[in-house]
């Protein structure tokens, strides 16, 4: 075998001869069948067409149209496996022969491919990124740097890196820079930079050292975050975080003075109204005989208003003790908990009321608390529909959009829906109390029930025509 074959046949380029109107192969040497994975009975006479895409197949007819000695070009192949190949192409055609030269740049391909999608990604950062050699001057700056530090790519480049270093921290960035240079790499590091304006910004700054391909000339590649929002931000937070913690001092202290109130109602206002019954009492039990009428209808007033203040006060306990009780959530069987409290109601208070009680799914809540909800819900109803010839209460729950909703419905006398924002604030009434009793703190308690639990309440009525109470709460776990 020849010198000449020997090379051939031992080079790591394809070299072969194809014929330049059908472009079967004639000769090829070994590096064909070791690029493409096929054996030399399988190429033998093939097109090399066979092995290009469509785009590549049609570059490939292309070129043998051009009158020329020397073509070069490079395509996509397929192996045998089905992977691309990238092949640069020098072609010497001579007596209707090409007479070729292919080497396989896969590898500079990729690392083309990679170097445009990082360039690309480095163009589009908002992040500033830029490189400056080690004596500061710029050679490399981004769309992000431009937008943050207001310089153009074109006045960049003419510029070092102490244009946009406050000088206060001229020093102390010189010290860094030394430290990049012998290999120390900097990751989120903190510091302060100037605009083109004269503007400081906040930067979180990440930097590391380029050694120049073929030389010894170092360089820094330096990307910089503007986080000057994020620290307002921070500090607005901090602030708040601040305020939060004076006021939860704030609401401990007024809540000490809450419980202080409500020891001095429950014991210092009981007292002198035990003693305003106590003597009305004894007083109607001594001198009933020599009263008056007018006389003993004002003494029934002051029991009376004795009693209604005493409820007054337990109802004001009531509401001021719920902030501090701890939801206890339990499965409630809805209709059992409903059917028990109307039985409770009849036999103190009995009521003419039909009652109608529809599907009610079982809750996931507090009983004690939800118990209350609907004792003061029904308890309403009743009492507000109880001066109807036929009055009628109807209780019952709805589906709607995954969540259900509770409702209580009477047939009584009804609110002006224009009022209806006072209607769950304490001591709020929309009816006086010549014509119904009450103090006014029952459907405040509602709500605070309710709100306790994650759920809603509302009203919808008409006057003289009843009102619907309706309540939603959070869905059963599981």
Known sequence: MQKSELLINNSADIIGIIDAATFKIEEINEAFHSILGYSSEETKGVSVTFFLGSEDRVRFVDMAKQPKERLSFDTRIYCKNRSIKWLEWKVVVKNRKWFVNARDITEIKEVERIRNYLATVVKQSNDAIYIHNNEGQIISWNEGAEKIYGYTGHEALKMKIWNIIPHHMQVEIE???????????????????????????????????????????????????????????????????????????????????????????????????????????????????????DARRLLFKINYNALRMGTLIDDLLAFSKLGKKEVQRTEVNTKELVEQILNEIKQTTPYRASIRIGGMPPTYADRSLIRQVWVNLLSNAIKYSDKKEFPEVEVGATNAAGETTWYVKDNGAGFDMKYVDKLFGVFQRL????????????????????????????????????????????????
Do not use: C
């Open 175 to 293: 010290e860094i820079v030394q430290k990049i240079l012998q290999g120390e790499k900097i990751e989120l590091f903190e510091t302060k930079r100037i605009t083109k304006h004269g503007r400081l910004v906040d930067v979180l700054l990440s930097a590391a050292v380029i050694t120049d391909y073929g030389s010894d000339q170092k360089s820094i590649a330096i990307t910089e975050r503007d986080i000057t929002q994020q620290k307002i931000a921070d500090e607005q937070i901090g602030q708040l975080n601040k305020n939060l913690q004076n006021n939860i001092a704030e609401l401990e202290n007024t809540n000490k003075e809450l419980e202080s109130f409500s020891y001095s109602v429950s014991h210092d206002l009981r007292a002198p109204l035990r003693a305003l019954s106590a003597y009305s009492k004894i007083f109607e039990e001594d001198y009933t005989a020599i009263l008056d009428e």
């Open 431 to 478: 009816h006086s109390g010549s014509e119904f009793e009450g103090t006014g703190i029952g459907l405040a308690i509602v709500q605070r029930i309710i709100t306790r639990h994650g759920g809603r309440i509302w009203a919808e009525a008409k006057v003289g025509e009843g009102a619907t109470f309706y309540f939603t709460l959070p869905k059963m776990e599981g």
